[in-house]
């Protein structure tokens, strides 16, 4: 029997495109455009999943939640929530609220297929224990996940084991080192309490479209898509040893003899691979290899294996040609002629496949002299190319890797968003506006802008 999924929001175009990408994942689909409509729906319809966006008239998510969790006989459907706030402060009170999780606009489709499936599992695992009828074969796996609240063992390697084969990005093993020591000196209560908080921390450490777990006592695992960059590693080495002293001291004291902190290994896919246990055990060793150095440091597995810097020869010498760029978590940046060629192969693969994909121009001008000026710029105001080389690079980091830009004369910029429909493709656009708003030169020119669908 497929899994049954209610989708709520009152934007269609978000609405039509989370029910084809779970429709395309095997399950069926009920669309609602309000809270209200939800729960009169509700009455007679018991679905598996409740997937709701926040901000709706009349009802919101929020209130819409309430009301679900103040009704004894739908309490126990879990709801995941749809948003395309960044505030950490929404996802709090959500959480607090009672959802399972939260789901960032505009969605990766594997992502929210897997994040779906295992808020269904997670769900069922929960009440077969309550009940006590949980298998005895996850008995292990469930625990860890009632510990830290991450994914266990079994679920993380399947969720990573998909996602790894569909997108390019980074595994990475964290190791709390000492950890066994720990535990012998100051007991397993005290152990217990670390790895709780320290999950906390790996939470906080990763985006919404990450996949984390627990996959031993000390050891933890996270799959980060479209992350090719080795700055990225670094910053979530220094965040996580920071929290972990800070854990440390809490529950040992401030005479805390040991030196505490985490050791992290890392290897990109699909350069080492598409498997999990492969990429796991090569992240394992770069791990292993930080520990020996005794730094609490981060090391990418392509680099303990050749610390000289070669990788390949021979024949995957051309592959590695094809995979080097190592950085990319800005948007894919491209000479005009070679945009168009990228976008005409696009426009084939949409025939073939369509899913909404949205395309938008931006038109930077002088004040006062609206789009015309962006088409032709006046030459006399060199200012403008200089604003331009600006905007260009708030283009570049607003958007994902995966996004292609590119500049059509002084004042013309083009964005291909794929798979991102109109109303996602709104939340894009005002997150540019906004950091282009930041850089305090938007009284210097006018920004105008056009969007449509890929046809």
């Not at 009170?93 to 594997?110: Q, S």
């Not at 266990?152 to 084969?165: F, N, P, S, T, Y």
């Not at 004291?253 to 699909?270: N, R, Y």
Request: charged share 30%.
């Amino acid at each position: 029997m497929k899994d049954w999924i209610a989708i709520v929001d009152d934007d269609i175009s978000s609405l039509r495109t989370a029910g084809h990408i779970l429709t395309e994942g095997g399950m069926r689909v009920s669309s609602l455009r309000s809270g209200i409509e939800l729960l009169e729906f509700l009455k007679t319809n018991r679905p598996d999943l409740l997937l709701m966006d926040i901000h709706m008239p009349v009802m919101d998510g929020f209130e819409t939640l309430e009301a679900i969790e103040a009704d004894p006989e739908l309490d126990n459907i879990p709801t995941v929530f749809l948003t395309g706030d960044e505030d950490s402060g929404t996802e709090t009170r959500g959480l607090t609220a009672g959802a399972f999780d939260f789901i960032r606009k505009p969605f990766v489709p594997e992502i929210l297929v897997l994040r779906v499936r295992h808020a269904i599992e997670y769900s069922r695992r929960e009440y077969r224990e309550e009940n006590g009828t949980r298998p005895n074969e996850v008995h292990e796996d469930l625990k860890t996940e009632t510990l830290t609240g991450l994914k266990g063992k079994v679920a993380v390697q399947q969720e990573i084991e998909h996602l790894c084969r569909q997108w390019q990005g980074a595994l990475i093993v964290i190791n709390i080192d000492n950890f066994s020591l720990i535990e012998s000196l100051y007991g397993e209560d005290k152990a217990r309490l670390i790895l709780k908080d320290f999950a906390v921390c790996l939470r906080t450490a990763v985006r919404s479209t990450d996949i984390l777990g627990h996959m031993e006592r000390d050891e933890f695992v996270a799959y980060c898509p479209n992350t090719r960059d080795e700055e990225v590693v670094r910053k979530k080495n220094e965040y996580l040893n920071r929290e972990l002293r800070s854990i440390m001291h809490k529950y040992l004291g401030e005479k805390f003899s040991l030196s505490p902190g985490a050791s992290i290994g890392a290897v990109m896919a699909p350069d080492e691979g598409r498997e999990f246990v492969t990429l796991y055990q090569k992240a394992q060793e770069a791990m292993l290899a930080v520990k020996k150095r005794g730094d609490h440091g981060f090391l990418f597995y392509w680099k303990h294996r050749h610390p000289d810097g070669r990788r390949v020869t021979g024949g995957l010498k051309v592959m590695e040609e094809l995979y080097e760029e190592r950085t990319a978590s800005d948007a894919m940046v491209l000479p005009y002629e070679d945009f168009r060629l990228i976008f005409r192969l696009f426009v084939r693969m949409h025939l073939n496949r369509p899913l909404d994909s949205c395309f938008v121009v931006f038109y930077l001008g002088q004040v006062g002299k609206g789009i015309q000026n962006a088409e032709k710029p006046d030459n006399s105001a060199p200012v403008i190319g200089e604003i331009g080389d600006r905007f260009y690079e708030v283009l570049s980091v607003s958007l994902r890797s995966s996004d292609l830009v590119t500049r059509k004369g002084d004042g013309v910029f083009l964005v291909l968003l794929p798979r991102i429909g109109l109303s996602d493709g709104r939340i894009v656009v005002n997150r540019i506006c906004k950091n282009w708003a930041e850089t305090g030169l938007e009284g210097r020119a006018a920004l105008k802008w056009e969007m449509d669908l890929v046809q």
